[in-house]
């Protein structure tokens, strides 16, 4: 077997792999055999396949690796919070300020003012000048005098006569046998007292003179009165709270909110790939059976 068909034979070499270990994550050495489809000198050599390096010249080694998957980062832009309408309540809007207020309203003070006296040295009558009415009483005599009581008069009277009787001139004989005689009558006095006025009643007035007293006494110099006094109003001034604004109730258009997020993303994929390595083609040891 020639130099080239040992250093091929030589190619498989796995670095730390176990048999049950997969065939892509082994790590093959090959080289020396030309890239031809099957070599006379090299029996149980295969052929050159995609799975091996292309391109391979006598006496390169190469390693067969996994490389990672590329990824590079990328802003992408997204939605924090979506757009939306809201509702706002806004509260009313006070200030302070102040103003003038009354604390006390003008009035009246209305007093009395007493009186005052002053004494006065007087003559007053104590008793007045009256006049003494005496009344003497009348005075009477009793005389006795004759008064007439029935004044003469004629009347007639009635008399029976007997068969011898003799009727007296002018009498009148009733059928019944009675006789009716004019009478005169005469007069009828009688004895009576009375009070006959000697002297007359008369009335005596007697004039009395009236009796004075010197006195002191208090007189009104000034009247009782009223005085009426008025007093200004007072003011003061207060602070208080104003209305500015109203409360009201306002839609309002909240924008969406959006945020730069960084993200990675494959530029490509891992896989396996042939590399050169240094490596003694000489103390290459041969691939395992079935590789």
């Known amino acids: 077997m020639t130099k080239a068909c040992l250093f091929a034979a030589a190619g498989w070499l796995v670095l730390g792999l176990t048999p049950a270990a997969r065939a892509?994550?082994?790590v093959r050495l090959v080289g020396g055999c030309p890239t031809i489809a099957q070599r006379p000198d090299c029996p149980g050599v295969?052929?050159?396949t995609p799975d091996y390096p292309q391109g391979a010249q006598p006496g390169q080694c190469f390693a067969r690796v996994r490389t990672p998957p590329v990824f590079e980062a990328y802003q992408e832009q997204i939605v924090v919070s979506p757009g939306r309408v809201e509702t706002r309540h806004v509260p009313a809007q006070y200030e302070w300020g102040e103003r003038r207020?009354?604390?006390?309203?003008?009035?009246e003070v209305r007093r009395i003012v007493p009186a005052t006296y002053r004494s006065v040295t007087e003559t007053v009558v104590v008793s007045p000048a009256t006049t003494r009415v005496e009344?003497?009483?009348p005075v009477f005599d009793t005389v006795s005098e004759q008064q007439l009581v029935r004044p003469a008069h004629t009347e007639w009277r009635r008399t029976f006569v007997g068969p011898d009787g003799v009727l007296p001139p002018g009498a009148q004989v009733q059928p019944t046998g009675e006789v009716v005689c004019l009478v005169e009558v005469p007069a009828q006095y009688a004895t009576v007292q009375r009070q006959v006025m000697r002297e007359p009643g008369r009335t005596v007035e007697t004039p009395i003179p009236a009796v004075t007293q010197t006195v002191t006494r208090q007189v009104i110099d000034q009247p009782a009165h009223e005085v009426v006094e008025h007093s200004a109003p007072v003011w003061g001034v207060e602070r208080f709270r104003r209305l500015v604004a109203p409360a009201r109730t306002e839609t309002v258009r909240v924008p969406a909110q959006?945020?730069?997020h960084t993200r990675q993303r494959q530029v490509s994929a891992g896989g396996l790939e042939w590399r050169q390595v240094d490596c003694d083609p000489k103390g290459a040891p041969?691939?395992?059976p079935g590789n």
């Open 24 to 26: 892509d994550d082994r």
């Open 46 to 48: 295969p052929a050159p």
């Open 101 to 107: 207020v009354l604390v006390s309203p003008g009035h």
């Open 286 to 288: 041969a691939p395992s």
């Open 258 to 260: 959006f945020a730069q």
């Open 135 to 137: 009344r003497i009483e």
